[in-house]
């Protein structure tokens, strides 16, 4: 009865198209859950998004669940999780991939899930990481932990966005520090963010988790630039 009342005076709205959601739907209408542009990635182990980081990152697997076309469905989609404060998404993508994940053998190996961390500050800005939640559930489908305690961001930097691309990179240097290092050591890691554009970022995660003996590194993302 609750449920109902809150539905009538704050109706649930697709998160990619705006439209009232049936009540059997969840975060994404029917219609617009057809139309999100799968990758398919996990199926193949050489994919564009492994191949971002040939030459520079040494890893083990990498998938991107969805594609990222800009003013496209899906960057309505992030734009709803990141600055709308709709968390649910971030759960629902967790949900979808970690569940193929799960039945993949290369996927089947990972003992650790870690987010790429926010700065203190934009946490506290945002009030959450907007890739915990798809991180939690890809943990609890592959039956891994997931830790958010080793890699921390130390310092701020500027958007990504906003730098070009020969940039990116020297504005990654020295931003990320390693702490309670020796819980991942000669474990299979699963590092997780949102979109892989450059793969800056993400780059400069996995050359610091390296830094960790023996330690064997995987990435997943919501989503990837096209």
Not at 183 to 195: E, P, S
Not at 199 to 208: N, V
Request: glycine letters at 6%.
């Amino acid at each position: 009865m609750f449920h109902d009342l809150v539905s009538l005076f704050y109706p649930r709205a697709c998160n990619c198209c705006n439209i009232e959601l049936a009540k059997n739907e969840k975060i994404v209408c029917t219609t617009c859950l057809h139309e999100l542009p799968v990758t398919n990635y996990h199926i193949y182990n050489e994919n564009p998004a492994k191949k971002v980081f040939h030459g520079r990152a040494e890893i083990e697997n990498a998938t991107s669940l969805l594609f990222f076309r800009k003013k496209g469905i899906v960057q309505t989609l992030i734009h709803n999780l990141k600055y709308r404060g709709h968390e649910e998404i971030s759960t629902f993508l967790g949900e979808w991939i970690g569940t193929e994940l799960s039945e993949l053998e290369n996927y089947q190996s990972v003992d650790f899930v870690i987010p790429v961390p926010l700065h203190k500050n934009k946490l506290k800005a945002r009030g959450f990481n907007q890739v915990e939640g798809f991180a939690r559930e890809i943990a609890e489908k592959l039956d891994a932990r997931y830790v958010d305690d080793v890699l921390v961001k130390k310092s701020a930097g500027q958007t990504q966005a906003l730098r070009n691309r020969l940039s990116r990179w020297g504005n990654m240097e020295g931003t990320f520090l390693l702490e309670n290092s020796a819980k991942i050591r000669n474990k299979h890691v699963l590092l997780v963010d949102d979109i892989i554009t450059t793969g800056a970022t993400l780059e400069a995660c996995i050359e610091k988790i390296q830094q960790i003996e023996g330690v064997k590194v995987s990435i997943a993302t919501m989503a990837i630039t096209n």
